[in-house]
């Protein structure tokens, strides 16, 4: 395309983003007019138009610098293709496990929520639950989740206490953390309740995968171990 055809405005925005991502320390207004040959008039219009969409920051020493909106639209386009990369993982799990529960689960400081979702009661749909929270101190997804960043899950459990929503299934809070430990160091936690069997296994970035099956016991925790192993490196390889 010829450049008469360009925004020439906006190629000498990307042009002064380009140049202070050079100059971590920053930049004065008159250093980047002589860096980049432009007059300081557009310069400053230029970087105050930059900054009112945060592609552009001042730090303390009033030095120009990269400014966190341009990290924000880079890392919504990793999430981006972290889901795809996600969902395609996950359908391939159903199509292994098409009796299984399968579940991604995620911790923040509101809960730990369910994203993708997939049930033999709806065989070939991945669902994405919008209201479907697992309770701490009793999903394995949740423990193996609380386990792995005991920081955050502190201040969760400010929401959910001990006493009242984990003391019914675990009797004493040392006999809780004492069982987080050894998840700590396996990344993974199964359990049995009620002829429902769970296992959940660590995923990157505050992520559980789990599985649960009604009815009968695995003869092994291998499949799951090796199905969890195979996500991952699905998921978080082909981003690295």
Not at 170 to 181: V, Y
Request: glycine fraction near 6%.
């Amino acid at each position: 395309m010829p450049n008469s055809e360009l925004v020439q405005s906006l190629l000498k925005g990307i042009e002064l983003l380009y140049l202070l991502a050079d100059h971590s320390a920053g930049l004065s207004l008159s250093e980047i007019a002589v860096s980049s040959g432009l007059k300081k008039p557009a310069v400053h219009n230029l970087l105050r138009t930059l900054s009112s969409r945060g592609f552009v920051d001042r730090n303390e020493e009033g030095r120009y610098i990269i400014g966190t909106a341009l990290f924000s639209v880079a890392d919504k386009a990793r999430r981006t293709d972290k889901t795809k990369l996600m969902e395609k993982a996950f359908m391939g799990l159903a199509s292994k496990f098409p009796d299984h529960v399968l579940t991604l689960a995620t911790m923040t400081l509101s809960g730990i929520h369910c994203t993708l979702r997939f049930s033999p009661d709806m065989p070939g749909i991945l669902q994405h639950p919008a209201n479907h929270d697992f309770m701490l101190y009793n999903s394995a997804s949740a423990i193996v989740l609380q386990a792995a960043d005991p920081q955050m899950a502190r201040r969760l459990e400010l929401l959910y206490p001990f006493e009242e929503y984990g003391a019914g299934m675990w009797g004493t809070r040392d006999a809780f953390d004492a069982e987080l430990e050894l998840v700590a160091h396996d990344c993974c936690f199964a359990r049995e309740s009620k002829g429902n069997f769970a296992f959940a296994f660590l995923m990157p970035d505050r992520h559980a995968l789990g599985f649960s099956i009604l009815g009968h016991s695995p003869d092994s925790m291998n499949p799951y171990l090796e199905a969890a192993t195979e996500f991952r490196r699905q998921v978080w390889k082909e981003l690295e």
